[in-house]
């Protein structure tokens, strides 16, 4: 019986053993299989994910993209043609003078161009046109006048409305005209064709300016002398004066300059500024003035050489030896 016993607990050890043999492989399986797992997972959190499969692109198709162009390639678009024939209309209408009475209108050509009728006229048996206007048409903005005055101005030049008469003036007509010579001579214009009721205008417009047209030298001195002889006179005894000097310029008794003719003392002194010093001093704006209307043509009369003022000297010698003239301000003229 205690052998029994014995073989009976044995078996029941064999039994238990064999129970947790088996149990024992599987945790230990189990346990390898997670410790496996956790450390595959870390091997591979390290390592940098797989880079995403290619997938194909679609087709995209191929734009070319324009040319550059350069600034002078590139041309504003213009404005419709009809606008800009509107707008030229409506200038060319502010400028048409209201013409006086008595004026007969006349058409303009220039280079063949036709300007619009009324735009000059002839008026007192002058032929004036628009000084603004006539500028204009060369879109020359320089061009000025005033009403009353003997002269025009382009730049910095001043012109005389007449070379010969000083009280042909700018006249109002709605807008400011003046006789054509002066705005030919401001555009460096000189060929004119008149054929019945038709001016005709040939050439290249130039509109000199003033240093083409004054000699500096020339311009010093006779504005000196000019202020020097005759402070105090109205200005067309500037412009006398003035014609004295040019006219003994072009004499064949007298030097061919003026700073010659000023400073001559062929038979003693000839004018009394360049004895005294008062020909050095600055000279008025308005003897500038006269003395660039000289420069430009002016004459008041051709054949005048000589003057003095009779109130403060005697002038025996003139008065004995030349032809009176005339008398402007405190002087008399003598040829």
Known sequence: MHKQLLSTAFAAFLALAFVFGIISPMAESTQKDQTSEEITTEEYADEPSAAPQETEKPEIEETTAPPET????????????????????????????????????????INGRAIEDGFCFEHEGKIWLPVE???????????????????????????????????????????????????????????????????????????????????????????RIISAESRGE????????GTVVINRTRSDYYPDTIYEVIFDRLGG?????????????????SSILAAKLCLEGFSLDDGILFFFNSRIAAGSWITANRTYTMTVGQHDFYS
């Open 234 to 241: 109205p200005f067309i005894g500037q412009l006398a004066v």
């Open 133 to 223: 206007g006539f500028g204009g048409l060369f879109d020359y903005d320089l061009l000025a006048a005033e009403e009353g005055k003997s002269y025009i101005v382009s730049g910095e030049r001043a012109i005389p409305c007449s070379k010969r008469d000083s009280e042909v003036t700018v006249i109002e007509c709605g807008v400011l005209c003046a006789p054509i010579e002066p705005l030919l001579s401001a555009a460096g214009l000189n060929a004119t064709e008149i054929i019945g009721n038709e001016i005709c205008i040939w050439g290249v417009p130039t509109f000199p300016e003033a240093e083409d047209i004054y000699d500096d030298e020339d311009l010093y001195w006779l504005s």
């Open 70 to 109: 350069s600034d002078a390639e590139t041309t504003a678009p213009s404005e419709p043609e009809e606008s800009t024939k509107e707008e030229e209309k409506e200038k060319d209408e502010l400028l048409l003078p209201i013409l006086p009475e008595g004026a007969v209108p006349l058409s303009l050509y």
């Open 269 to 285: 002194v000839q004018f009394t500024p360049a004895s005294t010093g008062s020909v050095y001093r600055d000279p008025t704006e």
